[in-house]
């Protein structure tokens, strides 16, 4: 067993304690108590559950700069089809990168949006991985006649044998892209067998003018793509329709919701088991105006937080979109910002052994250095300094050391 002690210490779901020592025996953390002078000290730093990364595309970790245009929303898209082209097939040595960079930025949990079945590409147990990785497997269709095939390899992905550390999850990926039928039976199908589900919607406003009226960028884009939608955007549609597709018992994620409307807040205030997951900085690139997150909490709504992926982001650190939400919200509690990234997070995710810190809880942590001034008050400074080197513990283990 193991002792340590540190100047601040974050349950996860309340604010910080001072001066706290607590101890690991294997994977887990045997208890938690005042400052013990016998313990190693860690210094002036603050202990904190391990990070929670809700949402990322991980086949875009090897590159270096996000892609461009990115105010141009359509136009991206065009360049993020042009860009996978361009890629292997296997893409195992990318995701790799990905869950590397992941571990060494604090994350211990990952949801991650796979375009293919990557699990069997290698030996994952070899690599740096976080302990936990809930892999949607995203699906994509406009054609009716593709539905019952796309069912058949989602069935099939969700009852293969998967690593210990990897759930398997489903992904239909946007109103603009999947057909509403197939959207609906991937629903159920992550409800009959008790997985999340994740599903991009209400992204960007050429999103809505589509789902609305049938036009504008949207449906220039899928002309010039030779994809025919048929009637499938004739009638008016709002985000509601389409979460309302997806009102099954298992969790559901909703990716960005950027421009939800107040019945959809209302709708979704409703539902235990819906949370949106809010990207920061990539929301900042991509789109104009403010994120409601802060409204959401309002109503009640579960707000998770993701990277997106390096096609719209410089990194995969969520510690850096915490950061950056704290840099424009100076006055909210790091710890109420910290639940975001964890407790909620693992909500979302239905990853209900990460996200907190408590006696007999996993050993999965990550530990701050302090300066002076914001280890007097960390509430207001926690997330002073965004390139932060952290400590990361897994199960009881060091992945990457405290003052390296």
């Known amino acids: 067993m193991k002792r340590y002690r540190c100047r601040w210490f974050y349950p996860g779901d309340s604010p910080p304690l001072s001066d706290i020592s607590f101890s690991v025996s294997g994977q887990r953390i045997e208890d938690i108590a005042a400052g013990d002078a016998e313990a190693s000290d860690l210094g002036n730093v603050a202990v904190i559950p391990g990070l929670i990364n809700a949402h990322t595309h991980l086949e875009f970790s090897s590159r270096s700069t996000p892609l461009e245009p990115l ?116 629903a159920q199908l992550a409800e009959s067998h008790n997985v999340p589900l994740a599903f991009h919607l209400a992204e960007s406003p050429e999103e809505i003018e589509l789902l609305r009226n049938g036009t504008g960028p949207f449906k220039k884009m899928l002309s010039d793509l030779n994809i025919d939608s048929g009637n499938i955007f004739a009638s008016r549609k709002t985000p509601i329709d389409y979460l309302k597709l997806v009102d099954v018992s298992s969790p559901v994620l909703v990716i960005h919701g950027n421009y939800l409307s107040d019945e959809e807040f209302e709708f979704l205030s409703k539902r235990e088991n819906f949370s949106v997951v809010y990207c920061p900085r990539t929301h900042a690139s991509m789109q104009t105006g403010q994120h409601p997150w802060q409204q959401m909490i309002e109503r009640g709504i579960k707000v998770a937080i993701g990277t997106d992926s390096r096609a719209s982001n410089p990194d995969l650190s969520v510690f850096k979109e915490l950061a950056f939400i704290h840099s424009k919200n100076p006055n909210t509690a790091s710890s109420s910002l910290l639940r975001l990234a964890t407790v909620n997070a693992a909500q979302a995710l239905g990853q209900h052994d990460s996200g907190r810190l408590t006696a007999g809880g996993i050993a999965s942590l990550c530990v701050v250095p302090l300066s002076e001034a914001s280890g007097s008050d960390p509430e207001r400074h926690l997330f002073d300094d965004p390139n932060s080197e952290l400590g990361v513990m897994q199960h009881g283990e060091w992945i990457v050391p405290v003052n390296r």
């Open 71 to 186: 105010r141009s929303f359509c136009d991206w898209i065009r360049g993020v089809i042009r860009w996978k082209i361009s890629q292997p097939d296997q893409n195992h040595p990318v995701i790799s990168q990905g869950l590397a960079e992941s571990v060494r930025s604090g994350s211990t949990v990952v949801g991650e949006i796979a375009t293919r079945d990557w699990r069997t590409e290698r030996d994952w147990s070899e690599i740096d991985s976080p302990q936990h990785v809930v892999m949607f497997r995203e699906f994509l269709g406009l054609d009716l006649s593709s539905i019952s095939a796309s069912l058949d390899i989602a069935e099939k992905f969700l009852s293969a044998e998967s690593p210990p550390h990897i759930r398997a999850a489903i992904s239909p990926h946007a109103p603009y892209s999947t057909h509403p039928e197939l959207i609906a039976r991937l």
